[in-house]
C-alpha cells in the first residue's frame, strides 16, 4: 500500500495540512504519516492537539541561537536518515517555512515525488518576505504535484513555465480547517478586556518589520487615543527581538493587552471578534476573509492580494500615520468598513484537502 508522509513544522503548517491528512486517512488504499520537525515547538504542539494529531515521527530538530541554515540542515539530514529506513512513496509539504523547503529538496534528491501545498505564492521580491519568498520559488522546481490556492497562484505557475498539467487549482485548506472549529460561546478574551468594548485584533512577527515594530506600537497607542471604545489585543510572538520591542513600547498602557501566544482553538475564537485586524502574517490574510473582518496588512508586498483584490484587506505597509489613518477611517465610518465586509472569500470552499488527497491518490494509483 503507498504510503505519503506530511512534513510539518510551525504552527500554520498543522493547520493547513490537517484537513490534508484527514482526507488521505479516508482513503482505504493509502497510509498517510505525519513527521513533525519541531520547528516552532510550543505553537505546533498546540496545533496538533487541536486536530487531534499525533505524530508518526518527531525530530524536535530545535536549539538555541541556530541560524535559518542551521535549521534547514537539520532538518535535512533528520529526514534523509529517517527516510533511508522507511522511504515514503510521496511527500506533502505546505507553504515557505524552512521546514517546507528542507523536505522538498531532501525528498527531491531521494528521487521522492512532492506535493506542494499553497503552491505559486509569489511577491517577486526575495528580501519581502525573507526567507519566505525565496524558499517558495526554489521548492517549485522540487516538486512534483503543485496545488496552488487560487487562480492567481496557478497563473504564476503556469507563466514560470512549470507544466500546466502538473498544476491542480484547489482552494486553501485554511478555510477546510477554520469550517472544523466550532465557536465557543464561553471564550472570554482576558480579565482585564471590556467585552463592551470594539476589539481590535494584532499580529506582528515578520522578519522584515523587526526594525519598524516601533512604529507599529506607536500606531496602536494613537489608535488607542483616538478611538475611546476599543481594546486592542496583541498576541505577541516568542520571538525576544519582538518581545523586546512591544515590552517597552506597550507594556501596562491602558485598554492594549499584550498576551502570550494562544493555541490555535483559541486564536480562532479571538479573531472571530475582532472588529478589525492588523497583521502582517500571510496566514491571517487568508484567515479573516472567511469571517468578513476588515484586515490592515502591515507589509509593503504581499502574495496573497486576493483578499486586497477582494476589498476585504487593505495593503498599508508600517508608517505609522498611515496606520493610524487607515484604522481610523475604519472605526470611525460605517460605510468604508462596511465595504470591506461585502466580498467573496477568495480562498476557497472548504473542500480542498479532499480535492488535493484524490489527485494524489490518482497520481500514485497511475505509478
Known amino acids: 500500500m503507498p504510503k ?22 479516508n482513503i482505504p488504499t493509502l497510509t498517510a504519516e505525519w513527521h513533525s520537525t519541531g520547528q516552532h515547538r510550543e505553537m505546533l504542539d498546540q ?138 460561546p464561553e471564550f472570554v478574551v482576558g480579565d482585564n478586556v471590556d467585552p463592551n468594548k470594539r476589539l481590535i485584533l494584532v499580529t506582528a512577527h515578520r522578519r522584515e518589520n523587526h ?52 493555541g490555535y482553538f483559541d486564536f480562532v475564537q479571538l479573531m472571530r471578534r475582532a472588529q478589525l485586524i492588523l497583521t502582517d502574517s500571510g496566514g491571517i490574510q487568508e484567515e479573516a476573509p472567511t469571517y468578513k473582518i476588515p484586515t490592515l496588512v502591515l507589509r509593503r508586498q504581499t502574495e496573497r492580494p486576493e483578499a486586497v483584490n477582494a476589498g476585504m484587506a487593505r495593503l498599508v505597509g508600517t508608517d505609522t500615520k498611515t496606520i493610524v489613518d487607515n484604522a481610523n477611517e475604519l472605526l470611525q465610518n460605517a460605510d468604508s468598513y462596511d465595504a470591506m465586509r461585502k466580498g467573496e472569500n477568495p480562498f476557497g470552499d472548504g473542500l480542498s484537502g479532499q480535492r488535493i488527497a484524490e489527485i494524489i491518490n490518482d497520481f500514485l494509483a497511475k505509478g
Open 211 to 262: 526594525q519598524q515594530l516601533t512604529d507599529i506600537c506607536k500606531a496602536l497607542k494613537q489608535i488607542r487615543d483616538a478611538n475611546d471604545d476599543v481594546e486592542i489585543v496583541f498576541p505577541v510572538h516568542l520571538n525576544p527581538n519582538v518581545r523586546k520591542v512591544t515590552d517597552a513600547e506597550l507594556k501596562d498602557e491602558e485598554r492594549i493587552h499584550l498576551l502570550d501566544p494562544m
Open 47 to 184: 496545533a496538533e492537539a487541536v486536530f487531534g494529531i499525533t505524530p508518526d515521527a518527531d525530530f524536535d530538530v530545535m536549539q538555541p541561537n541556530q541560524t535559518p541554515l542551521d535549521v534547514v540542515t537539520r532538518i535535512s539530514k533528520e529526514l534523509e536518515q529517517h527516510w533511508s529506513k522507511d522511504k515514503p512513496d510521496f511527500v506533502v509539504v505546505q507553504g515557505d517555512t524552512a521546514t517546507t523547503f528542507a523536505a522538498a529538496l531532501t525528498a527531491f534528491y531521494m528521487r521522492i515525488p512532492v506535493g506542494h501545498v499553497e503552491a505559486g505564492l509569489r511577491s517577486y521580491n526575495p528580501q519581502e518576505p525573507f526567507p519566505e519568498e525565496a524558499h517558495r520559488r526554489m521548492i517549485g522546481p522540487l516538486t512534483t504535484l503543485h496545488f496552488p490556492p487560487t487562480a492567481m497562484s496557478q497563473r504564476n505557475l503556469v507563466m514560470e513555465h512549470f507544466a500546466p498539467e502538473d498544476i491542480h487549482t484547489v482552494g486553501n485548506t485554511v478555510v477546510d480547517a477554520l469550517l472544523s472549529i466550532p465557536d465557543d
Open 4 to 25: 505519503v508522509v506530511i512534513v510539518s513544522g510551525t504552527r500554520p503548517e498543522v493547520v493547513k495540512l490537517a484537513p490534508v491528512l484527514q482526507a488521505l486517512r
